[in-house]
């Protein structure tokens, strides 16, 4: 039982190029999500998925896509990065009760030149 | 909007000190109330948490009392080790939250020397 996990763990883009971030979970959460964690902001929201094949906006959307084809992954899209995508990101993963734990991934490490 | 407001750090203690890190909410209805911690390299990972009015949420000798009157939930810990340096965010959960949503503090980081 692995948790949630990240792939890659660190990367390095130049301006304009574009990337995908994995997250894989194994223990059939139905709710996925994806932070960016910044330094004296806490995490922020930018989407998450309810569901297989369902993803909706959270709080800082705008530069991201997603997509949930199979219930144990949520990709998160960069189609055209920017300096201000510079972050730490975080996948989560929890059951559908409300106020339910979250479990987060170790994390990936973006630089954007 | 729902919000979460932390002391600011770095927190600095030595070693069996007694530590709090203050936390103060704003929300409407009753939300649930976590403290999660990060340790250096890794994902948030649940520390403890209260779900209603005057619980107490408890675990690894850390300690945290939902304050409805106060809109409070204050992390305490008798004597600190140096294995708990870490950054530790408090956490609300909206009460409609619909999909478990999360709103996070910033985070206060507390480093315990020996």
């Known amino acids: 039982n692995a948790g949630v996990t990240q792939t890659p763990k660190f990367r390095v883009l130049k301006t304009g190029q574009s990337m995908t971030l994995l997250c894989a979970q194994d223990?059939?959460?139905?709710?996925m999500y994806w932070y960016r964690q910044d330094p004296g902001m806490g995490l922020r929201l930018i989407h998450y998925?309810?569901?297989?094949?369902?993803?909706a906006k959270g709080e800082v959307p705008d530069g991201y896509n997603v997509s949930r084809l199979k219930k144990q992954n949520f990709l998160l899209g960069l189609e055209s990065a920017a300096p201000s995508q510079t972050s730490v990101y975080f996948c989560?993963?929890?059951?559908?009760?409300?106020?339910?734990?979250?479990?987060f991934g170790p994390g990936t490490r973006l630089t954007v030149t | 909007g729902d919000s979460v407001t932390q002391m600011e750090g770095p927190v600095t203690l030595s070693e069996e000190a007694f530590l709090t890190i203050n936390c103060t909410y704003t929300a409407t209805g009753y939300p649930s109330l976590f403290w999660y911690v990060q340790y250096p390299g890794e994902g948030l990972q649940l520390l403890l948490k209260?779900?209603?009015?005057?619980d107490k949420g408890s675990n690894k000798g850390f300690e945290a009392t939902y304050r409805k009157e106060t809109t409070s939930f204050h992390l305490e810990k008798g004597s600190v080790q140096v294995s708990d340096s870490a950054v530790y965010f408090c956490?609300?959960?909206?009460?409609?939250?619909?999909?478990?949503?999360?709103?996070f503090g910033a985070g206060t980081r507390l480093a315990v020397h020996p």
């Open positions: 998925s309810v569901g297989e094949g369902t993803t």
């Open positions: 223990m059939n959460h139905e709710y």
């Open positions: 209260a779900t209603k009015a005057d």
């Open positions: 956490a609300l959960s909206p009460f409609s939250g619909g999909y478990n949503k999360l709103i």
């Open positions: 989560a993963s929890s059951y559908t009760s409300v106020q339910n734990e979250q479990y």
